[in-house]
């Protein structure tokens, strides 16, 4: 809704700009001073530049002596790179030509936007010089320094007599002339010059604020006013200085029933100031000064108490500082939080800076609460972000610091229809406009002022609940049962929602994180829902937990409260009567036996042997047990296959894990895993003779720890079965493999070079089973007689491996064979042969025939001559044609 027109009574609309201001620096740089004085004067116009780095003033710079020169612009100024030039500057010592060079900053300085000057910005220039003007030129410079309204301020270091530098500075000479006797003294008039300076910066444009104060525009100190059916009370501060501003914001409060008068000064001392004045019988006096930290901030340009708990008594104050420039986040505004204490003193609780660029803090209003926690609220204006636009930040209540460190509501000016601009000029929110209830907050902004209505705020408390509340499993048949899914509880989930406001609405639209969409009325609304669990959960209590929340509160009627819990937490245990035969304790009895699948087992890589077990319970009912299957090394988990259901199954170590029907493994039951293990020979023990194959272990753990029950276990069953078994059925396998990177692949010959060549061939017979060498024959097959009448001679065979070499030659095969002498007794059933694997080699060879040299020069030198003579008989024909035609 909008209201136009509308006037806001707790604020009237102001308005204060900032005058923009260029100004330059004329310094001498002649021969008359010496190094240390030229440094000085440097590190006087950098003390100023820093003084005034928080102000909408631009500088610039200019030495002169023969020849003016500029050692930097605006445009420098504003990059940053001003000091660093001015640091770098050299000393000219030369002439004092200060016309040539006052002529100089109008040609290239003043209004030039090329250099970086503002349009219509107020012109200062600020002249420090030792001596008088060498050159002539008066007249003509300073009737257009006069005619541009250029301010100038002249300091004089070591001259007698003023007279000849007087009329360049500005009227009245008295307020723009500085004399100083040594280049010291500019330490002593710096704090002078800057104030001047600030206060052209900060003359009013226009100034449109009725008030309980008065300025005194002669002085601008400021007092406040405190009118009466007789006559008119004026209030002051005696060390109030000139040009501070007091009043230009005021705020009233209470603390212990005596009253108190806030006033901000925002330009004392141009860094700002807030004076707390009490009332002692029918005087006025000062009890608290807060001063302002930056320059240029305005602090105390807006202040607001605020009642927090509403109790007739003032908690905090806010001050706002809405020029509170931070540079390197490129934000400007800020507001400081005060408590109030019962000594009637102010203490620092909470400072926010800006998140933009838009003078933060700039109206900073209380308002009624808007949660319903019972603590007042607070809204702070930026009226230049988004582009002028403006926006409201909103901050909830806090007992302790005032309000909250984040905003929870932003408003910006441009999402209304049309956008507002300067959104956020005034705030007032202290009213029920609609009547309903609830707060209201009108905002002002340029020739519009809106009404921004406050929406229902709700709680919502969650309760779950199971039925039954303890699971029970002893109708759970884990083993039998295949990962069937049983119904075991029923799950109620209530929503009882509470307005935290004091208005009454009749829906609210609520949507669950399981899809369930409901209109829901103040109160209580239950919902019911069946919820399965799968039993191989249900070894461990259960929680189940509800978050909710509101997804869309922009269009809602009400919201939800962001302080309301907002998750809620159950949990269910589960329950087995007790199948004890003997009284109140139960005692497993596991038996468990295995026979091997495989009966012969080729030990090489990849291989596999089947183990088939059987877990019987002969006892009463069986907790949390579990079958562990160790493997030996070589040997590895490959997969298991089970005629029942195995529950977990886990790999640990050496060996395998296997929970069985979790939690209860019945009286009566069995189940019987088929384990395959696989052959890792990198991995098997040289030494090894016999495996150790099988270790199960089967335990019953403590029904009382883990099921909370009231009946007991005498003690835990934990015991181990280890069987060995030596294995006569395995065989070991061995590869031949041929090393090409050790071979000769390629031999080649010339008609011209055909002696014979080495040609090596290597092979390697290895096998990975980890254990001790074992008896091998190779036998190895020579071609005598090749293609092409190659002939293989002198072959031999050499054992890279320490050993003998047994050779039998057969001329009829060309064979020689070789292996190691040892011991040739073994037992033939561990050990298999390769018979079908042989291994082939190549060697590629080549007869490279060479060509014939005196044919191919034969060959080019008769064709050469040949061309030769082609070449003669065509000159010669064109040489009789052209006799002809001559």
């Known amino acids: 809704m909008y209201i136009f027109a509308l006037l806001s009574l707790n604020h009237i609309f102001s308005e204060c700009t900032k005058n923009k201001v260029d100004l330059?620096?004329?310094?001498?740089?002649?021969?008359?001073?010496?190094?240390?004085?030229?440094?000085?004067?440097?590190?006087?116009?950098?003390?100023?530049m820093d003084s005034l780095s928080n102000t909408t003033i631009k500088f610039a710079a200019v030495q002169f002596s023969r020849r003016p020169r500029i050692v930097f612009d605006f445009n420098d100024h504003v990059a940053g790179r001003a000091l660093e030039k001015l640091m770098k500057e050299k000393h000219m010592k030369s002439l004092t030509n200060t016309y040539r060079a006052l002529q100089l900053i109008l040609d290239n300085l003043f209004g030039k936007e090329s250099a970086g000057a503002t349009p219509g910005a107020t012109q200062v220039l600020v002249l420090i010089t030792d001596g008088d003007p060498s050159d002539t030129q008066k007249d003509v410079v300073l009737t257009k320094y006069d005619q541009k309204n250029i301010i100038r301020f002249v300091i004089g270091v070591r001259i007698n007599s003023m007279e000849k530098i007087k009329p360049i500075a500005s009227e009245p000479k008295d307020k723009h002339v500085f004399k100083i006797e040594d280049y010291k003294g500019l330490d002593g008039i710096l704090k002078t010059l800057k104030n001047k300076i600030i206060i052209l910066e900060g003359m009013f444009v226009f100034f449109l604020r009725f008030y309980t104060f008065s300025t005194k525009p002669k002085s601008w100190r400021g007092s406040l006013k405190e009118p009466d059916l007789q006559h008119e009370k004026q209030i002051l501060d005696p060390d109030m200085e000139m040009d501070s501003y007091m009043g230009f914001s005021l705020s009233t409060g209470e603390r212990n029933g005596v009253p108190l008068y806030f006033s901000g000064a925002p330009r004392f001392q141009h860094t700002g100031q807030v004076v707390i004045f009490t009332r002692t019988g029918r005087h006025w006096t000062v009890q608290q000064r807060l001063e302002g930290t930056k320059v240029g901030s305005y602090f105390g340009a807006e202040i607001c108490t605020v009642d927090i708990d509403s109790d007739d008594s003032t908690d905090f104050l806010l001050v706002g500082a809405p020029m509170f420039y931070q540079p390197l986040q490129k934000t400007e505004g800020k507001v400081y939080v005060y408590a109030l204490t019962n000594k009637m003193q102010l203490e620092m609780r909470l400072s926010l800076t800006a998140?933009?660029?838009?003078?933060?803090?700039?109206?900073?209003?209380?308002?009624?609460?808007?949660?319903?926690?019972?603590?007042r609220d607070v809204a702070v204006g930026a009226p230049l972000e988004d582009d002028n636009h403006g926006a409201v930040y909103i901050y909830l209540g806090d007992r302790n610091s005032g309000m909250r460190h984040t905003f929870s509501q932003r408003i910006s000016g441009k999402s209304f229809q049309p956008a507002m601009k300067l959104f956020g000029l005034a705030i007032d929110g202290d009213g029920d406009l609609g009547h309903d209830g609830l707060p209201d907050i009108v905002v002002g902004s340029q020739e519009a002022a809106v009404v921004l209505r406050s929406k229902p705020v709700y709680n919502v408390e969650a309760h779950l609940s199971f039925h039954p509340e303890v699971i029970s499993i002893d109708e759970i048949d884990c083993v039998s049962s295949d990962h069937e899914v049983l119904p075991m509880v029923n799950l109620t989930t209530c929503?009882?929602?509470?307005?935290?406001?004091?208005?009454?609405?009749?829906?609210?639209?609520?949507s669950f994180f399981f899809k369930l969409s409901v209109l829901m009325f103040f109160g209580t609304c239950c919902v019911h829902l069946q919820k399965k669990v799968l039993t191989s959960t249900i070894t461990s209590p259960h929680k189940r937990r509800l978050n909710f929340s509101q997804p869309d509160n922009e269009n809602a009627i009400a919201v939800l409260n962001t302080d309301s819990k907002k998750e809620a937490i159950f949990e269910v245990r589960t329950l087995t009567n007790k199948r004890c035969k003997r009284n109140n304790t139960c005692i497993a009895e596991l038996d468990v036996d295995f026979n091997f699948m495989t009966p012969k087992l080729l030990v090489s890589e990849q291989s596999y042997f089947n183990v088939s077990m059987l877990l019987v319970n002969n006892g009463d009912d069986s907790y949390n047990t579990s079958l562990t299957v160790l493997h030996s090394p070589g040997l590895s988990f490959s997969s298991i296959s089970v005629t029942k259901v195995i529950q977990t199954l886990s790999e640990e170590g050496d060996g395998i894990q296997c929970g069985i029907s979790h939690p209860v493994y019945r009286s009566g039951s069995s189940v019987s895993p088929n384990i395959w293990q696989e052959m890792n020979c990198a991995t098997i023990p040289e030494t090894s003779?016999?495996?150790?194959?099988?270790?199960?272990?089967?335990?019953?753990?403590?029904?009382?720890?883990?099921?909370h029950l009231s009946f007991h276990v005498i003690k835990d069953i934990d015991w181990n079965d280890t069987m060995t078994m030596t294995v006569f059925g395995q065989r070991y396998a061995y590869d031949l493999i041929s090393l090409k990177e050790d071979s000769v692949t390629y031999l080649n010959f010339t008609t011209e070079n055909n002696k014979p060549k080495k040609m090596v061939i290597t092979y390697q017979v290895r096998h990975n089973t980890g254990f001790k060498d074992f008896p091998v024959n190779v036998s190895l097959y020579f071609p005598k007689q090749v293609q092409e009448n190659f002939e293989l001679i002198n072959y031999q065979i050499k054992l890279l491996k320490n050993g003998q070499v047994t050779e039998n030659d057969q001329t009829a095969k060309w064979v020689r064979r070789k292996h190691p002498n040892g011991h040739r007794e073994y037992r033939e059933q561990l050990f298999t042969t390769c018979i079908l694997c042989p291994k082939q080699s190549e060697v590629r060879v080549e007869i490279i025939v060479l060509p014939n040299q005196w044919l191919i020069i034969g060959t080019g030198a008769g064709a050469g001559l040949l061309l030769l003579i082609i070449i003669k008989l065509i000159l010669c024909k064109v040489r009789f044609s052209s006799r002809i035609f001559q």
């Open 24 to 48: 330059v620096f004329l310094f001498d740089g002649s021969g008359s001073m010496t190094e240390e004085e030229f440094k000085k004067n440097k590190d006087f116009i950098k003390s100023i």
């Open 355 to 375: 998140p933009f660029m838009g003078r933060f803090g700039t109206t900073i209003s209380s308002l009624a609460d808007l949660n319903g926690d019972g603590l």
């Open 495 to 510: 929503f009882n929602l509470k307005e935290a406001t004091g208005r009454r609405t009749k829906l609210i639209n609520g």
């Open 689 to 707: 003779q016999t495996w150790q194959l099988i270790s199960l272990i089967s335990s019953l753990v403590s029904i009382k720890a883990t099921f």
